[in-house]
């Protein structure tokens, strides 16, 4: 197995593991997780022989082949099957191998080294690198593309899939999903389960780790703790740790305070002095514990939208493409105040064009599109990103928006984005990519949307970002349209998923686990006949498939309720607290006391309301079920 024992390890001086351990065991698949500049990737060049440690040792067995993920951008005039071929560096050596003996007339050579290529699987290699391009979204006439005409999403999958096709013992992939949409991410988790070998994965992506990891590697203070199971269970078991930490730290902080008091009463008393002296050689040996920092750098919220009580936009007919090709045909879709939409389908199906024609970005080849008086539009893709201003900083992006707006109120608002004091000035060119997005994402959170367009809205942000995310969305009161592969974020924020598929676009009678059940199926297909003893079980799935079906528009409603309802509490309970406080009794606050009383009357009624409803639905739910 891999071990790395009492690792430390410096970059430019800045200290990044302190007598770290980790250890990665045959065909075990762990996840490495941890904050932006860590050492995650410093991980990987330490195992790849592109660093060395400082102190401690990195042991490898003898013989193992480690395949990774590259992150730099290929340039290369090759086509990009053959790029993918190259990942295979023995299946290329023996076709030197074989070339040569050929070109040499040796036929005992030639048979040797077509018996070699035989052993190595060599001949279906083009293939298997198909199949591997075909999972991560690639069609049939992109093989023979050469990859310099491919842009950069593309290029980085195409790194992996050159990882994918390297034989080895351990593979090193870091964030394999970020360019991924989710059918691709579906596959590849699909893949790295019935992978042979040890992986060792940073991702972002908590359910991507959950489907693919047996353990947890979290690098914090310097060290490297394993936790066994995905990143949900790393995720409760660290929480009850540190709860634990800070409990056994508060009540040292007593124990201590304790002490000091008795030692700065009695210390200078004859009585009482050699137990004070003694008390204060205990409290000189007292281990500290260190407090727990739990709380996540990020916090934001997005402001109360202008409300509209009109369709916000309106699509009829539709017809979206680019010069004459429609992508989309007869589009209908109509995005009401508080509507929660996920879009789903294959890449290159259609999503971000059914977004670009809603926001107007390319014309509509057929049909309409009517906007509302008093939309506030907040838009991001990638894109948004490459139109920020590199030589400003994030502080200017904002005080252009809003020049009035006091300097030290955007301080404060970019504080919650993680960007404080000088950070706030520095023009944006040096920062990473989870950096500019966390930019992006304040501006469109700085201007108060009404509705929100977001596309692949945690690509390069960190798990406390995307946290943060999840729970501003929840929080929204607007109307929501994302693209995402992220399935926590698609699971938590949204109420509808809709299916952009074959030039068509609809609602998708299912939750996000229909539909990956159905990804699956298509990814690995079954030649069931109708005579074969699986045909009972095909028309099971298919009955089932149905019955979610039928039941799929109440369950809904009752999502929807069930996420209105804890909204309604958590204004309630603001109010409460409010109303909890002695200073809204005297004179001057009664205007506004009775305000308070009004709208917690108000949010009581509405909340009977939903409960009621709620119960009336989940009855007839029970009743379908």
Same mark, same amino acid.
């Given at each position: 197995?891999?071990?790395?024992?009492?690792?430390?390890?410096?970059?430019?001086?800045?200290?990044?593991?302190?007598?770290?351990?980790?250890?990665?065991?045959?065909?075990?698949?762990?996840?490495?997780?941890?904050?932006?500049?860590?050492?995650?990737?410093?991980?990987?060049?330490?195992?790849?022989?592109?660093?060395?440690?400082?102190?401690?040792?990195?042991?490898?067995?003898?013989?193992?082949?480690?395949?990774?993920?590259?992150?730099?951008?290929?340039?290369?005039?090759?086509?990009?099957?053959?790029?993918?071929?190259?990942?295979?560096?023995?299946?290329?050596?023996?076709?030197?191998?074989?070339?040569?003996?050929?070109?040499?007339?040796?036929?005992?050579?030639?048979?040797?080294?077509?018996?070699?290529?035989?052993?190595?699987?060599?001949?279906?290699?083009?293939?298997?690198?198909?199949?591997?391009?075909?999972?991560?979204?690639?069609?049939?006439?992109?093989?023979?593309?050469?990859?310099?005409?491919?842009?950069?999403?593309?290029?980085?999958?195409?790194?992996?899939?050159?990882?994918?096709?390297?034989?080895?013992?351990?593979?090193?992939?870091?964030?394999?999903?970020?360019?991924?949409?989710?059918?691709?991410?579906?596959?590849? /988790?699909?893949?790295?389960?019935?992978?042979?070998?040890?992986?060792?994965?940073?991702?972002?992506?908590?359910?991507?780790?959950?489907?693919?990891?047996?353990?947890?590697?979290?690098?914090?203070?310097?060290?490297? /703790?394993?936790?066994?199971?995905?990143?949900?269970?790393?995720?409760?078991?660290?929480?009850?740790?540190?709860?634990?930490?800070?409990?056994?730290?508060?009540?040292?902080?007593?124990?201590?305070?304790?002490?000091?008091?008795?030692?700065?009463?009695?210390?200078?008393?004859?009585?009482?002095?050699?137990?004070?002296?003694?008390?204060?050689?205990?409290?000189?040996?007292?281990?500290?514990?260190?407090?727990?920092?739990?709380?996540? $750098?990020?916090?934001?919220?997005?402001?109360?939208?202008?409300?509209?009580?009109?369709?916000?936009?309106?699509?009829?007919?539709?017809?979206?493409?680019?010069?004459?090709?429609?992508?989309?045909?007869?589009?209908?879709?109509?995005?009401?105040?508080?509507?929660?939409?996920?879009?789903?389908?294959?890449?290159?199906?259609?999503?971000?064009?059914?977004?670009?024609?809603?926001?107007?970005?390319?014309?509509?080849?057929?049909?309409?599109?009517?906007?509302?008086?008093?939309?506030?539009?907040?838009?991001?893709?990638?894109?948004?990103?490459?139109?920020?201003?590199?030589?400003?900083?994030?502080?200017?992006?904002?005080?252009?928006?809003? $020049?009035?707006?006091?300097?030290?109120?955007?301080?404060?608002?970019?504080?919650?984005?993680?960007?404080?004091?000088?950070?706030? #000035?520095?023009?944006?060119?040096?920062?990473?990519?989870?950096?500019?997005?966390?930019?992006?994402?304040?501006?469109?959170?700085?201007?108060?949307?009404?509705?929100?367009?977001?596309?692949?809205?945690?690509?390069?942000?960190?798990?406390?970002?995307?946290?943060?995310?999840?729970?501003?969305?929840?929080?929204?009161?607007?109307?929501?349209?994302?693209?995402?592969?992220?399935?926590?974020?698609?699971?938590?924020?949204?109420?509808?998923?809709?299916?952009?598929?074959?030039?068509?676009?609809?609602?998708?009678?299912?939750?996000?686990?229909?539909?990956?059940?159905?990804?699956?199926?298509?990814?690995?297909?079954?030649?069931?006949?109708?005579?074969?003893?699986?045909?009972?079980?095909?028309?099971?799935?298919?009955?089932?498939?149905?019955?979610?079906?039928?039941?799929?528009?109440?369950?809904?409603?009752?999502?929807?309720?069930?996420?209105?309802?804890?909204?309604?509490?958590?204004? #309630?309970?603001?109010?409460?607290?409010?109303?909890?406080?002695?200073?809204?009794?005297?004179?001057?606050?009664?205007?506004?006391?009775?305000?308070?009383?009004?709208?917690?009357?108000?949010?009581?009624?509405?909340?009977?309301?939903?409960?009621?409803?709620?119960?009336?639905?989940?009855?007839?739910?029970?009743?379908?079920?």
């Amino acid at each position: 197995m891999i071990t790395l024992h009492e690792v430390q390890l410096r970059r430019g001086g800045k200290l990044l593991l302190d007598g770290a351990h980790l250890s990665v065991h045959p065909e075990q698949h762990v996840g490495l997780v941890g904050a932006n500049g860590c050492g995650k990737s410093s991980v990987f060049k330490l195992l790849l022989g592109e660093l060395s440690a400082d102190a401690g040792n990195v042991s490898i067995p003898a013989g193992w082949r480690i395949a990774h993920m590259a992150q730099e951008v290929a340039v290369s005039d090759r086509s990009s099957l053959d790029f993918v071929l190259d990942g295979d560096a023995q299946l290329r050596e023996t076709e030197r191998e074989v070339r040569a003996a050929e070109e040499a007339g040796d036929h005992l050579r030639h048979a040797r080294a077509l018996e070699k290529m035989d052993s190595i699987r060599g001949f279906d290699a083009p293939y298997r690198a198909e199949q591997l391009m075909h999972g991560l979204g690639f069609h049939q006439h992109a093989m023979q593309v050469p990859v310099t005409d491919f842009s950069g999403g593309w290029r980085i999958r195409l790194n992996l899939a050159q990882a994918l096709m390297s034989p080895c013992e351990l593979l090193l992939l870091d964030e394999p999903t970020n360019h991924l949409d989710l059918d691709a991410t579906l596959w590849l /988790e699909q893949w790295l389960r019935n992978f042979a070998g040890a992986t060792l994965i940073i991702s972002h992506d908590r359910d991507f780790l959950d489907n693919v990891v047996q353990r947890i590697a979290h690098i914090e203070h310097h060290t490297c /703790e394993t936790y066994t199971g995905g990143y949900t269970s790393f995720e409760r078991v660290r929480g009850e740790r540190l709860a634990l930490q800070q409990a056994n730290y508060e009540k040292q902080q007593r124990q201590r305070q304790d002490v000091e008091g008795f030692v700065a009463r009695f210390r200078y008393k004859a009585s009482k002095a050699r137990q004070a002296q003694s008390r204060l050689k205990a409290l000189e040996r007292m281990q500290d514990s260190a407090p727990a920092h739990v709380s996540s $750098p990020f916090f934001f919220r997005f402001p109360e939208p202008k409300q509209v009580h009109t369709a916000l936009l309106r699509l009829h007919q539709a017809d979206i493409g680019y010069g004459n090709s429609p992508v989309l045909t007869g589009v209908n879709l109509e995005i009401q105040p508080g509507i929660r939409m996920g879009l789903l389908g294959a890449n290159g199906a259609g999503k971000s064009t059914l977004i670009n024609g809603l926001t107007g970005k390319i014309p509509l080849l057929d049909g309409t599109l009517t906007v509302a008086k008093g939309l506030s539009l907040g838009y991001f893709s990638q894109h948004q990103l490459e139109a920020l201003d590199l030589d400003a900083s994030a502080l200017l992006h904002l005080q252009r928006l809003t $020049p009035k707006v006091p300097e030290q109120q955007i301080r404060n608002f970019l504080g919650g984005f993680n960007f404080h004091g000088d950070g706030v #000035l520095q023009p944006i060119k040096s920062f990473s990519g989870g950096e500019k997005a966390r930019i992006a994402l304040a501006i469109i959170v700085w201007l108060k949307p009404n509705l929100l367009l977001l596309d692949e809205p945690t690509n390069h942000l960190d798990l406390d970002m995307r946290y943060a995310l999840t729970l501003a969305l929840q929080h929204y009161e607007g109307a929501l349209l994302v693209i995402s592969h992220d399935r926590h974020l698609l699971r938590n924020t949204v109420d509808e998923l809709y299916l952009v598929n074959n030039g068509q676009f609809g609602a998708f009678d299912g939750d996000l686990s229909d539909y990956e059940q159905h990804m699956r199926e298509i990814n690995n297909p079954t030649r069931e006949t109708a005579t074969s003893p699986n045909s009972d079980k095909r028309a099971l799935r298919q009955q089932s498939a149905a019955q979610r079906s039928a039941r799929a528009p109440l369950a809904r409603k009752i999502q929807a309720l069930e996420k209105q309802l804890e909204i309604t509490d958590q204004k #309630l309970r603001d109010v409460q607290s409010r109303l909890a406080e002695p200073s809204i009794y005297t004179p001057p606050q009664a205007d506004e006391l009775l305000r308070l009383v009004q709208v917690e009357g108000r949010l009581k009624s509405d909340q009977r309301q939903a409960e009621d409803t709620w119960l009336t639905l989940q009855g007839e739910l029970e009743k379908m079920a």
